[in-house]
């Protein structure tokens, strides 16, 4: 029964070791016939091997929702900026919706403002979206600049 979770483990430090195409869409495969918490398992502990590998796992895998904010949520408390450009460019900015995003940022800018700082800085130059959200990441944006 857990033969998927130890496989995917295993892959999942091999690729942290060596970024291999046929590795990673192996553990891809087989991410996604995990339980979406056992996928969230799998992206954090290559997260902290390989952050590239972390992220293109991660939008391959499908996580849902709640799992990206879990993700999301994170990122931000570590506000490692490598980490955050690397999520939000490869992960939110193609698998969440523009509005969700601003919604857990501004939840999140008083207790992370420099991880939402750097969020809506990469999200922003990642992709296109309505100019009202866009206007509120700027601002966001604004409000959380890091001080000299």
Do not use: W
């Not at 939000?88 to 857990?104: P, Q």
Request: charge should be positive; proline fraction near 4%; charged fraction near 25%.
């Amino acid at each position: 029964m857990d033969e998927p979770l130890i496989t995917a483990k295993a892959l999942a430090v091999k690729l942290g070791e060596h970024r291999v195409s046929a590795i990673e869409n192996e553990l891809s495969v087989v991410c996604r016939k995990l339980p979406p918490e056992e996928r969230l398992e799998i992206v954090v502990q290559l997260m902290k091997k390989n952050v590239r590998a972390a992220a293109v796992i991660a939008a391959r895998a499908q996580l849902p929702t709640q799992q990206q904010l879990s993700l999301l949520h994170l990122i931000l408390e570590q506000g490692q900026t490598n980490t955050i450009k690397a999520m939000v460019s490869e992960v939110f900015a193609h698998r969440m919706s523009a509005e969700v995003f601003l919604l857990h940022l501004n939840e999140r800018r008083e207790q992370f403002s420099t991880g939402v700082h750097f969020a809506a800085y990469y999200f922003l130059g990642a992709r296109t979206m309505n100019l009202e959200t866009r206007l509120a990441l700027r601002a966001l944006l604004e409000n959380t600049k890091p001080k000299p």
